[in-house]
């Protein structure tokens, strides 16, 4: 079956790690995204790839980084710069243009 | 520029009763439309979409939308409510930003069904 998986789907780490959250499909899009879910504050856009080796910054890019190295992976590094990091992170892709988005089951990281 | 506004965090109703979930949004140019719901700890799953044509939009499980662009709306709507769609909807709208199409999302509204 054709989808997109996310792991770890629960992550634990201390503050000043950084940590990075992986995200791989095989749906043969081109376009990635990942997106930082907070109660109350709907989806917002953290970075998006619309081709290998190029990917641009969202609304809070800020203390996050990403790669895009191969059409199937996008993972996501969250570093100590990130003020408050504990949050559900969801990846998605798109074939391109105004399709549709179809989501991971997200990776819940929480900062003790 | 785009947004998207969903009016009520929370939105409450009986079993069998209407379910009305308000949507409204800005966009510069031709907006693509969306509903997508999340249930617990799950990615989100498309419900419907809007690109052109009708506007009248059938999605899954019965809910539908309409396009209003006077109104710059997009209401989702659906006759009669069952438990199961106790859950998180949120309204995103797509519209071409430079060279590609950028999603915005709106805050979301939790629908909570009564017996």
């Known amino acids: 079956d054709g989808g997109i998986t996310q792991s770890p789907k629960y992550l634990f780490r201390k503050e000043g790690q950084n940590v990075t959250l992986s995200c791989e499909q095989n749906l043969n899009h081109d376009a990635m995204y990942w997106y930082r879910q907070d109660p109350g504050q709907g989806l917002r856009l953290i970075y998006y790839s619309q081709i290998v080796n190029d990917f641009q910054k969202g609304d809070i890019a800020e203390g996050y980084s990403v790669s895009r190295e191969k059409k199937e992976s996008f993972p996501l590094t969250v570093t100590s710069a990130q003020k408050n990091p504990t949050a559900f992170y969801l990846c998605?892709?798109?074939?391109?243009?105004?399709?549709?988005?179809?989501f991971g089951a997200g990776s819940r990281l929480t900062v003790l | 520029a785009q947004s998207v506004t969903q009016l009520g965090s929370h939105v409450s109703v009986s079993e069998g009763a209407l379910v009305l979930l308000r949507c409204n949004y800005s966009?510069?140019?031709?907006?693509?439309l969306f509903w997508y719901v999340q249930y617990p700890n799950q990615g989100l799953q498309l419900l419907l979409k809007y690109t052109t044509g009708a506007t009248l939009v059938k999605g899954i499980n019965g809910f539908e939308a309409e396009f209003k662009k006077s109104e710059t709306s997009f209401h989702l709507t659906k006759p009669s409510a069952h438990m199961s769609d106790a859950a998180e909807y949120f309204c995103a709208v797509s519209g071409r930003i430079g060279g590609s199409y950028i999603p915005t999302f709106g805050r979301g509204t939790s629908l909570i069904v009564h017996p």
């Open positions: 998605a892709t798109t074939t391109g243009g105004a399709n549709v988005l179809t």
């Open positions: 966009s510069s140019v031709p907006p693509y």
